[in-house]
Each structure stands twice: as C-alpha cells, then as structure tokens.
T-cell receptor, first 114, second 111 residues
Framework: DAGVIQSPRHEVTEMGQEVTLRCKPISGHDYLFWYRQTMMRGLELLIYFNNNVPIDDSGMPEDRFSAKMPNASFSTLKIQPSEPRDSAVYFC????????????FGNGTRLTVT | GESVGLHLPTLSVQEGDNSIINCAYSNSASDYFIWYKQESGKGPQFIIDIRSNMDKRQGQRVTVLLNKTVKHLSLQIAATQPGDSAVYFCAEKKGNTPLVFGKGTRLSVIA
C-alpha cells in the first residue's frame, strides 16, 4: 500500500503565480480531503469529495482556490493567483466510507509564496 | 519541516515513563474520536480511535480514554520512547461529517 501520494513535496513561487498541488488517494477510498496547516490556525479543512464529487467547499478561503477530482485516483488543488499568506503545508487525505473510517494523510506539500 | 506552531502546549517526559496527553473536544454530539501523531515533515499518522459507545480502548502501548460527561479525551502512552516525540492531535466527528482537529500537543521525550 503506497499510501496517499502528494506532489510536489516543496513548492516555492512568487506572488501572483499559479500553483497546482496534486494528490493520489489510496486506491478504493471513497473520500478525499484537502487540509491546510499553518502555525496560527492549525489543521483546517478546505474541501472534501465523495466519489469524485465535491461535497463541502466552505473551507476554501476565497475564489483564488479551486479543487478538482477528475477521477477516483487523482485530485488537484489550484491557487491562482498565489499570495504570501497562502504559504502553508497542504495535506491531502483519503478514507473509506463509513462513520468510523480514519483519514490517511499524505506527507503534504510545503508551499512558500514570496 | 515545521508543521505546527511555536505556541503548542508541550509535554516533556523521561524515556521509559508513561505519557498522558489530554484533549477537550467541542461537540457533545460527536460519536467518533481519533488520535493522530505527526512527526516533523510528515503528515498526521493514525494511532488509535474510539467510538462514543466506549470509554476505553487499548492498542499496542497506547490507551485512549473517553469521558463524554466532561467532553474529555486522553491518550496514554506506556514506556515512552524517543520515537514517540511528535505532535499529537485529537480529532472528533459526528456521523459522516469531516473530522475536526484540535490544536495539538507537542510530546518531547528526554533520553
């Protein structure tokens, strides 16, 4: 089991540039989540999908953020244009369906916007 | 790779001692709880979970206790080892809603 795979591990970009983060969930998992982790706010849920359909995107900070899940094995989180305050570690996680299914996290993408 | 902040509560324990990490959760209707461990540069890793119809669950060297009366969750680690040094998060959920994470506690093991 390869676990949840995220790429890139590190991304450094200049303010105003577009950033795309990628995630491959664990095969067979029905749910996919995008979280952001910062010093000040801890782990925040941005959006989650069930069977590739976005269920709740109320955590997406603003219209500059968008997420897609074109198929069961791939999701992207895009920030356009990026701003310095977007600097954080972004995690993708997946889980099976069910009320007692834990999330399995990837190792995250550390984003730095200068 | 820092993944958590400088202002987390910190628990320092001697190697070989038992550790107890506490968490106050927010939603009295939550029915599922998880403890995660996060090491530097990695994502949170599942440790142990418990459903609301239980008050105790044991794993290998870890025990989770749930007190629904006061909305309190604790993680006990027996014979703490240097490899246990990490940030520990509790998380709660109700039904099929997403997990809500606490702020975390940093465990530092003194060799």
């Amino acid at each position: 089991d390869a676990g949840v795979i995220q790429s890139p591990r590190h991304e450094v970009t200049e303010m105003g540039q577009e950033v795309t983060l990628r995630c491959k969930p664990i095969s067979g998992h029905d749910y996919l989540f995008w979280y952001r982790q910062t010093m000040m706010r801890g782990l925040e849920l941005l959006i989650y999908f069930n069977n590739n359909v976005p269920i709740d995107d109320s955590g997406m900070p603003e219209d500059r953020f968008s997420a897609k899940m074109p198929n069961a094995s791939f999701s992207t989180l895009k920030i356009q244009p990026s701003e310095p305050r977007d600097s954080a570690v972004y995690f993708c996680a997946s889980s099976l369906v069910g009320v007692s299914s834990p999330l399995h996290f990837g190792n995250g993408t550390r984003l730095t916007v200068t | 790779g820092e993944s958590v902040g400088l202002h987390l509560p910190t628990l320092s324990v001697q190697e070989g001692d038992n550790s107890i990490i506490n968490c106050a959760y927010s939603n009295s209707a939550s029915d599922y709880f998880i403890w995660y461990k996060q090491e530097s540069g990695k994502g949170p890793q599942f440790i142990i979970d418990i459903r609301s119809n239980m008050d105790k669950r044991q794993g290998q060297r870890v025990t989770v206790l749930l007190n629904k009366t006061v909305k309190h969750l604790s993680l006990q680690i027996a014979a703490t080892q240097p490899g246990d040094s990490a940030v520990y998060f509790c998380a709660e959920k109700k039904g099929n809603t997403p997990l809500v994470f606490g702020k975390g506690t940093r465990l530092s093991v003194i060799a």
